[in-house]
């Protein structure tokens, strides 16, 4: 009898695959890599790469055949301002003092906050009990789901000049980049840090086709 094969859940697409693939093992993006799969599909958020890259150095260590499963990241449309850059630490000069800035960035972010005490900021994060990182800062809660209709409400309540946010893609997320736009608000958006090598697969379909072969 074969081993199982193991999915890193983390996105919306990991556990829309996970349905498809009952017998596979279930991973958390905090769990090791056990010993006895056949194959392991990483489908851990799409920023989080330093996961993604302890992962791949798992497998290949131990030579599992490994899969990212990563959906696309956003493309702008008529009517953006986009700004993208690499790190959240460089767009702190090119906020204005006393912009109202509405940050809806990851943990891993949270500290790169605290370069903006010159700006009015407003963090919306699930996790809304976190300490502000700059004196003055608003946290708002973070729980969906969110429509184009109430980001745009938000953004006008709290008379935003400026959203900071994540290139994390899907549909879920997308609301607060078209409020951005109709507002016609400037957004910066942070990329995605570079992958670890390896097969990577845009849908739940493809990862699934794939683990009927890995390992076979």
């Known amino acids: 009898m074969n081993d199982p094969a193991a999915i890193i859940v983390g996105s919306a697409e990991g556990t829309a695959l996970l349905r498809l693939c009952p017998d596979a093992v279930r991973l958390y993006p905090e769990d090791a890599v056990p010993h006895g799969i056949r194959a392991l599909v990483d489908a851990r958020h799409p920023m989080d790469r330093a996961g993604h890259w302890r992962s791949w150095r798992a497998a290949n260590a131990r030579g599992l055949p490994y899969l990212r499963l990563e959906r696309p990241g956003y493309a702008p449309r008529p009517g953006d301002r986009w700004i993208r850059l690499r790190h959240l630490r460089a767009a702190s000069a090119l906020v204005p003092r006393g912009a109202r800035v509405l940050a809806t960035t990851g943990g891993e972010d949270y500290a790169a906050l605290s ?11 699930r996790s809304g009990r976190a300490r502000p990182p700059v004196q003055g800062a608003v946290m708002l809660p973070g729980e969906g789901p969110f429509t184009i209709g109430s980001e745009m409400a938000l953004m006008r309540r709290l008379g935003i000049d400026l959203l900071i946010t994540r290139d994390a893609g899907g549909e879920g997320s997308y609301p607060k980049l078209a409020a951005a736009r109709r507002l016609n608000i400037p957004v910066i958006l942070i990329a995605r840090a570079p992958a670890p090598p390896g097969r990577r697969v845009r849908t739940v379909q493809e990862a699934a086709s794939w683990l009927v072969s890995a390992g076979s």
């Open 115 to 125: 370069r903006f005490a010159h700006a009015r900021l407003f963090i919306r994060r």
